[in-house]
């Protein structure tokens, strides 16, 4: 696929049939391709964010049942706002230190949680969920902008394999700088 923002359908179309390897770190490898390739020259943020949720969201349609951003809020810095996503409701604001997003937000870092159920001051956006992984997102700086959200109607749906493969994701969403 040539480099620039995909606009043309068939090409959208050639991406959305690309058939992804079975092994889950391939599929994350492949999934990272795609991404790239769809929003490779598109300098729009929710743009990326848009493309990366969906994609992801299709690539393990029996494992991620909500999947998308929280965005920084630039009006409240220590607050993160829904953004682009797929699935059901999402929480329209979370404050850092709160749930598992917020935590994620706090810390900086990768959280898998098994049994959301269980981790303390989660924030239940969807009831059905019981397993959660949150990625945080980096601008060229250094500081947080987003945090991706994923989460699962199965327990203990989420590894280390998961967390390699979406961190890497993350760190191709932002544009250069």
């Given at each position: 696929?040539?480099?620039?923002?995909?606009?043309?359908?068939?090409?959208?179309?050639?991406?959305?049939?690309?058939?992804?390897?079975?092994?889950?770190?391939?599929?994350?490898?492949?999934?990272?391709?795609?991404?790239?390739?769809?929003?490779?020259?598109?300098?729009?943020?929710?743009?990326?964010?848009?493309?990366?949720?969906?994609?992801?969201?299709?690539?393990?349609?029996?494992?991620?049942?909500?999947?998308?951003?929280?965005?920084?809020?630039?009006?409240?810095?220590?607050?993160?706002?829904?953004?682009?996503?797929?699935?059901?409701?999402?929480?329209?604001?979370?404050?850092f230190g709160k749930g598992v997003c917020g935590a994620c937000a706090a810390q900086r870092e990768s959280i898998i949680v098994a049994d959301v159920h269980a981790f303390p001051g989660h924030i239940a956006c969807d009831s059905r969920s019981n397993s959660?992984?949150?990625?945080?997102?980096?601008?060229?700086?250094?500081?947080?902008?987003?945090?991706?959200?994923?989460?699962?109607?199965?327990?203990?749906?989420?590894?280390?394999?998961?967390?390699?493969?979406?961190?890497?994701?993350?760190?191709?969403?932002?544009?250069?700088?």
């Amino acid at each position: 696929m040539a480099l620039g923002a995909v606009t043309d359908m068939s090409a959208m179309e050639n991406v959305a049939r690309t058939e992804l390897p079975s092994d889950k770190t391939e599929r994350y490898a492949a999934l990272r391709a795609e991404i790239a390739a769809v929003i490779a020259g598109e300098p729009n943020i929710t743009a990326r964010y848009a493309s990366a949720s969906s994609l992801l969201a299709q690539a393990f349609p029996d494992r991620f049942f909500w999947t998308g951003f929280y965005v920084v809020d630039p009006d409240k810095q220590n607050e993160l706002v829904v953004g682009p996503y797929q699935g059901t409701l999402g929480c329209l604001r979370i404050p850092f230190g709160k749930g598992v997003c917020g935590a994620c937000a706090a810390q900086r870092e990768s959280i898998i949680v098994a049994d959301v159920h269980a981790f303390p001051g989660h924030i239940a956006c969807d009831s059905r969920s019981n397993s959660e992984i949150v990625t945080p997102v980096f601008d060229h700086s250094g500081a947080l902008v987003a945090v991706l959200d994923v989460d699962s109607t199965q327990f203990d749906a989420f590894d280390a394999a998961d967390q390699s493969g979406l961190e890497a994701i993350c760190a191709d969403l932002l544009t250069t700088p």
